[in-house]
C-alpha cells in the first residue's frame, strides 16, 4: 500500500471500509476500533471517511507532539487547535475535528474528555435557591467545548445567465440531467450518485433520494428533468452495462461504470476553465440556487427543509439568505419611494 506524501500515518480504503495505517511503532488501534462501531452503527461511507481522516490529523499531531490519546486535556487541545490552524485547516474543519477527537477520548476511555480550563463565562455557585432573587433554583452553567469561530459566509445562488450558459455548455442528456437534478430538485453530489435506476418512478413523476443518515424522501420531478432523464437512458446509457446505477461513465476504459465524485466534479471543472463566467459553478452552488428559488417562489421552510432532506431548520435557512442580487433590486424598489416621499415639491 502506498503511503501519501511518505507520512507515518494515513487513511485509506480497504475491503471492509477506510481504516488508519501507520508505522510499526505508532499504535492506531483506537482509532480504527471506533470506525468499526461508526459503521456498525450503520452511518454512511462519506461519514466514515471524513471520520477516518479527522482522525488521521489528529494521529498525525499526536505522534508530533508525543502524546497519547489518554493524555489529552484542555491544553493539548488548544495545541492541537493551534497546529491546525497554522496548517491552514478551516474553522469548520477543525470545529469537527475536535468533535470527532472528543469522541473517540469517550469511546478509548469510558470518560468525557476533560476540558475544565476553558469554561467561559457564568459561574455556578452550587446547588441550593438564591434567596436575593426569590425561591427559584440556580440554574447550572453549561461549560462550553472548546471551538474555533467559524465565519458566517453568505454563498451566491447563480444568476439566471450563468444557469443558462452552463446548460448550454453542456453536450450530454446524462450531463444535462444531472444538472437538472441538482437545479430542479437541489440533489447533494452523493445523493445523485446514489440513485439508481429504480428510483425514478415514471408515472408519478418522483425520484427516490437517499440522504445523510440514510434518510429517504420523496422528490417530485419537473417535465424537463423527466424529459432529459428519459433521452439518456434511451440514447446515451450503456445497454450492456450491469450497474443498477442511474448515472455511468459514458465512455473509456470503465465505460458502463458508476460515475464517481471525481467524474462529477470534473464536469463542472471542465466547464469552469473554458468558461470565466461560470468560475463559481459547482454542484453545491446549484444546490444553493435551488434553495434561493424556492424561497423566492414562496415555498414555507418546513416544506424546503424537506425538500433539501435537512434534519435541522437552521441548515436550510443558510440556503434562503437573500443574495446581493436579491437586496439590490429589494432596495431600488424601495428607495424610489423613499426618494418620491422626500421630493421638494416645486
Known amino acids: 500500500m502506498s503511503r501519501p506524501h511518505e507520512s507515518p500515518i494515513w487513511a485509506a480504503l480497504g475491503p471492509s471500509g477506510h481504516r488508519i495505517h501507520a508505522d510499526d511503532e505508532i499504535d492506531v488501534g483506537d482509532g480504527n476500533d471506533f470506525l468499526d462501531t461508526v459503521s456498525a452503527r450503520g452511518l454512511s461511507p462519506a461519514t466514515v471517511r471524513a471520520y477516518a481522516y479527522d482522525l488521521v490529523a489528529l494521529y498525525r499531531w499526536m505522534h508530533d507532539a508525543k502524546v497519547v490519546l489518554r493524555e489529552l486535556d484542555a491544553a493539548r487541545l488548544i495545541e492541537f487547535v493551534v497546529s491546525q490552524q497554522r496548517a491552514g485547516a478551516q474553522p469548520k474543519s477543525i470545529n469537527r475535528r475536535l468533535t470527532t477527537c472528543e469522541q473517540l477520548y469517550r469511546f478509548a476511555t469510558g470518560s468525557p474528555l476533560s476540558q ?19 425561591l427559584h433554583r440556580r440554574k447550572r452553567v453549561e461549560r462550553r467545548k472548546l471551538r474555533v469561530k467559524a465565519p458566517r459566509k453568505l454563498v451566491e445562488p447563480l444568476t439566471v445567465d450563468q444557469v443558462s450558459l452552463l446548460l448550454h455548455r453542456l453536450t450530454r442528456y446524462r450531463d444535462l440531467a444531472i444538472v437538472h437534478l441538482m437545479l430542479l430538485a437541489g440533489l447533494r453530489s452523493a445523493e445523485l450518485l446514489a440513485l439508481r435506476i429504480g428510483d425514478v418512478e415514471w408515472n408519478a413523476a418522483r425520484v427516490r433520494v437517499r440522504g445523510k443518515g440514510n434518510r429517504e424522501r420523496m422528490l417530485p420531478l419537473a417535465d424537463v428533468v423527466t424529459r432529459v ?8 446509457r450503456p445497454k450492456d452495462a450491469h450497474s443498477e446505477k442511474l448515472f455511468l461513465v459514458l465512455q473509456g476504459r470503465r465505460r458502463g461504470a458508476p460515475m464517481t465524485a471525481e467524474g462529477l466534479r470534473s464536469l463542472f471543472r471542465h466547464r469552469r476553465t473554458t468558461s470565466p463566467s461560470l468560475a463559481q459553478a459547482n454542484a453545491h452552488r446549484l444546490r444553493h440556487t435551488f434553495g434561493a428559488d424556492m424561497a423566492r417562489a414562496g415555498v414555507r ?21 437573500l443574495s446581493m442580487d436579491d437586496v439590490a433590486a429589494e432596495y431600488a424598489y424601495a428607495i424610489a419611494s423613499i426618494e418620491k416621499r422626500y421630493e421638494r415639491k416645486p
Open 301 to 321: 421552510l418546513p416544506i424546503l427543509q424537506r425538500m433539501m432532506g435537512h434534519a435541522d431548520g437552521k441548515t436550510t435557512l443558510q440556503y434562503i439568505n
Open 229 to 236: 432523464l428519459a433521452d439518456y437512458l434511451r440514447l446515451e
Open 116 to 134: 475544565a480550563r476553558l469554561a467561559t463565562g457564568g459561574h455556578y455557585a452550587g446547588r441550593g435557591r438564591e434567596h436575593a432573587l426569590g
